[in-house]
């Protein structure tokens, strides 16, 4: 269980590092072609740039995210398996305690007016 932690934040980690290094390449690549200061900005071209940005990024989150979803799934599974035998095992032990309540020993040794009366019935 302890790899499959390790194995979760590796991915994690993967996916958090593509993300950041796409969008630190596009944006210096970015930087380069546009000004920021001097004169309008062009809204048709930073629509397509962040277009760009939440089309590849968001991709990539939302892969990372299926992969989360699935992890959680199978772990949840193994949980779920696991709770089916300890409701099963706690039954079988709730029924053993109602068969030893209905149990009644006659000591054959003891000769009390109950035993006699039984004996005799």
């Not at 593509?18 to 004169?39: D, H, M, P, W």
């Not at 029924?95 to 054959?108: C, F, G, Q, R, T």
């Amino acid at each position: 269980m302890r790899t499959n932690h390790l194995y979760i934040n590796l991915v994690i980690g993967f996916l958090i590092f593509i993300s950041l290094a796409i969008t630190a390449y596009f944006l210096c690549r970015l930087n380069e072609q546009f000004t920021y200061v001097k004169g309008e900005i062009e809204m048709a071209e930073t629509g397509q740039v962040g277009d760009f940005i939440g089309g590849t990024v968001g991709t990539i989150i939302s892969l990372g995210a299926l992969i989360l979803v699935y992890i959680t799934y199978l772990n949840q599974r193994v949980e779920n398996e696991k709770s089916k035998i300890d409701e099963k095992f706690f039954n079988m032990i709730n029924l053993h305690k109602a068969n030893v309540s209905e149990m009644e020993y006659i000591n054959p040794y003891d000769p009390t007016e109950d035993q006699r009366n039984l004996k005799r019935g």
